[in-house]
């Protein structure tokens, strides 16, 4: 070892140790990691994140307030989250809460029928009586002392639409009688932008409920919602508020609901219709933070180690690591929802291939879990960059949900494909493309946009306005791509670009006019607007990828854009995508590139994707695979003894010139396995839990980069490790 390392090693370990920080000293205060659970707590399922928000008043039996104190005994911070649009609610469905039935406001179909979350639990129209309902649960929860109320996933189904209910809050709403959305675009399009004013002003009378109540009882509650992404929303035909809800008084953030089973919706590319779960994850988060950065509102990010669909063990894990290395792609977001129902993970049964019976979490499967949410309550937010070539972007709107259910006049966007079109080659091609909100462009949204993709064969802008945001920043040097042929049927629903004082068929020709470009232009091609350019292309985005080799020309009028309109420089291609944070290196390598090579990254890393967190001095990244790295020549204080990589969380550190104390906890009935820095290999370890000592499975010293590979039996209670050298 160096000498000058000795020395500095020496030196520190004399300081006392009050002179150290602690890590996770004040843990519970920075809601950085969260979980969210109905059951009572368990020591099977003790995962040691920052809070734990207890779902549902009547949910897993009731006796809500003594499942809040049974988190809240144990040291985390409680908050409450429950369903604004499905949940635990027979008692006011049945007649229980105020002595009426209330199964006629559930969502209907055309054929009559009800959409059910659950038996006696329909997905809801959200009628003033049912949010009287809903605010004796948030005063509850408030009550009980929570300090955050989370009502998540506010959905109206698209194929809904025809209960008496809905029927009522549309004349209340429009002033005119209810249309069945089934037989014109125009009732479709009208039915769906109901939908999401019904469940925005519910969120907004709950909040604004929430925020007053509070602060009545001296207290100041934050409010959430919990969504999936727009994407998915959209794919799936479900309409919910979404982008809009950041500008609403009394919202502070959201939890964006981006795992496996949403990820795992097909998609075309090359003419090929299949999973692509890492590309698919990697554009949800990004929507996310589109929809989220410019408003200044906190973002959770949400991943899931299994998910609600019965799959295998294997299949879960696979899904885990790509999902979860597409949200740690985004350094700007920090703060993550580690998992949902810790229970149906740690005591669930399902298949392992090859076995005629369902099984248990593998004890490896949960070790490499517990090392991966653990390293979320030390994931730093970072400038850095993904590798590649930035500046490019696709335009979203909230109104992609209002064309998907029903179809008309043939016109059908499989698999959301109008809009995967525009992102997914360029995906493919290793560019790390970004995601812009139409609603969010009075928000300098498109301040690091060169090229800016969109197309109204998916989705129709709300205002005016929004065109003139977008034609002052391409006259101000922005590169726009427009595809379209604007003839699907909703080009002609009846909005403000064929009303009043405008008479264009389609809005593209009110953002043209304002561009000096001929309103009626029906070809294609490429115009100068002040200082920025205009690409025309009259394909729908859909044809980029549901043909074979469609991406190509695609791909070439980027790269034309990128390079010689916007001056961007090189438009690099590649299969691979890497980022630092901290110390944490982050790769994903794609299939169905032309590169099909694997990536090869070499230093000094600790693997956090392997349970038995190997030293690697190379790493082989195959493509369609990922991988999840601790650098070590990048460790934070590395003068410091440290855990730098764990399945369980560490609190209570004590450093001394010869020794390193702390408290290791995690579920019980699960393995630790964890690497500690260390000045010189240790002469003697000892782990114990308040039963006595423990057995200790593997102790490994790796001269090279000075650190013990420690693996023993986990305990929620608290395992205390002493190591002297």
């Known amino acids: 070892m160096n000498k000058n390392i000795i020395f500095r090693w020496l030196v520190l370990a004399a300081m006392p140790a009050a002179m150290y920080p602690l890590k996770h000293a004040s843990a519970q205060s920075l809601q950085k990691t969260s979980f969210q659970a109905s059951a009572p707590f368990s020591p099977d399922f003790d995962i040691r994140a920052d809070v734990a928000m207890v779902y549902g008043i009547n949910d897993d039996g009731g006796e809500f307030e003594k499942r809040v104190k049974g988190y809240r005994d144990k040291g985390y911070e409680v908050q409450f989250m429950t369903g604004i649009a499905w949940g635990q609610y027979k008692d006011y469905f049945l007649g229980e809460w105020d002595g009426k039935k209330h199964l006629d406001e559930g969502q209907m179909m055309q054929n009559g029928q009800t959409i059910w979350h659950g038996e006696n639990v329909p997905y809801i129209v959200p009628t003033a009586n049912f949010l009287s309902y809903m605010k ?179 299949d879960y894990k696979l899904n885990y690591q790509a999902t979860f290395t597409a949200q740690l792609l985004y350094p700007t977001v920090n703060r993550y929802e580690v998992m949902p129902w810790p229970n149906r993970i740690y005591k669930g049964k399902f298949k392992v291939e090859g076995m005629a019976d369902k099984q248990p979490i593998a004890p490896a499967y949960a070790t ?163 200082k920025g350019t205009v690409y025309i292309t009259r394909e729908d985005p859909k044809d980029i990828i549901m043909t074979g080799n469609g991406h190509q020309t695609f791909m070439a009028t980027v790269k034309q854009a990128y390079e010689t309109s916007a001056k961007a420089g090189k438009l690099l291609f590649k299969n691979n995508f890497v980022l630092e944070r901290g110390p944490y290196t982050i790769a994903a390598v794609l299939d169905e590139s032309a590169d099909s090579k694997p990536l090869e990254l070499n230093g000094h890393f600790i693997d956090l994707f392997d349970p038995q967190l190997p030293v690697v001095y190379k790493k082989i990244i195959k493509p369609n695979t990922q991988a999840y790295l601790y650098d070590l020549k990048r460790i934070p204080g590395k003068q410091q003894t440290q855990v730098l990589a764990s399945a369980a969380r560490v609190t209570d550190e004590q450093r001394g010139k010869k020794y390193y104390k702390f408290i290791a906890k995690s579920p019980d009935k699960t393995i630790n396995s964890m690497r500690i820095l260390l000045p010189n290999k240790p002469l003697a370890i000892k782990v114990a839990n308040a039963d006595g000592a423990l057995k200790i499975n593997r102790s490994d010293w790796d001269a090279a980069s000075h650190t013990l590979l420690l693996s023993f039996d986990n305990f929620s209670q608290g395992v205390n490790v002493e190591l002297n050298w």
């Not at 949204?445 to 989705?459: E, F, G, H, I, R």
């Not at 034609?471 to 604007?486: E, F, P, R, S, T």
């Not at 068929?505 to 100068?528: Q, R, W, Y």
Request: hydrophobic share 35%.
């Open 136 to 314: 004796t649960h948030v005063k509850r929860a408030i009550d009980a002392g929570v300090t955050a109320i989370y009502l998540e996933e506010p959905e109206f189904w698209a194929r809904a639409g025809y209960s008496e209910t809905f029927k009522q809050a549309w004349q209340k709403h429009y002033g005119f009688p209810w249309m069945a959305q089934h037989e014109s675009p125009e009732a479709t399009y009208l039915s769906s932008k109901l939908k999401y004013q019904l469940y925005f002003d519910a969120l907004k009378e709950i909040f604004t409920y929430v925020k007053s109540y509070s602060k009545s009882v001296g207290r100041s509650v934050k409010c959430y919602v919990p969504t999936h992404s727009l994407l998915n929303y959209s794919a799936w035909q479900i309409v919910s508020p979404e982008a809009s809800l950041a500008n609403l008084d009394g919202m502070d953030g959201y939890i964006a609901q981006v795992w496996t089973g949403t990820s795992r919706e097909p998609l075309y590319y090359n003419g090929i219709k299949k999973e692509r779960v890492f590309e698919n994850a990697f554009l949800e988060y990004g929507s996310m933070v589109s929809m989220t950065a410019p408003t200044g509102r906190r973002i959770y990010f949400l991943t899931d180690p299994i998910e609600d669909w019965q799959r295998s063990w294997d």
């Open 368 to 530: 490499q879990m517990q090392v991966m949410i653990n390293s979320l309550n030390s994931m730093p937010q970072s400038d850095n960059k993904l590798n590649g070539s930035h500046g490019i972007s696709v335009l979203l709107s909230n109104s992609m949900m209002f064309q998907r259910y029903p179809t008309h006049k043939g016109y059908e966007d499989p698999q959301l494909s109008n809009f995967y079109g525009m992102a997914v080659p360029l995906l493919k091609h290793g560019v790390p493309v970004s995601t812009v909100h139409m609603e969010n462009l009075a928000g300098n949204a498109l301040k690091d946009t060169k090229v800016l993709v969109m197309s109204y064969a998916n989705m129709k802008p709300s205002s005016a306005s929004e065109h003139k945001l977008l034609a002052d920043w391409i006259k101000a040097g922005g590169v726009l791509l427009y595809y379209g042929q604007d003839n699907d049927p909703f080009q002609q629903v009846k909005e403000w670009w064929n009303t009043g004082e405008n008479k264009y068929n389609a809005p593209s020709e009110h953002l043209f006019k304002l561009l000096g470009i001929n309103s009626e232009v029906k070809k294609d091609g490429m115009f100068k607007v002040g």
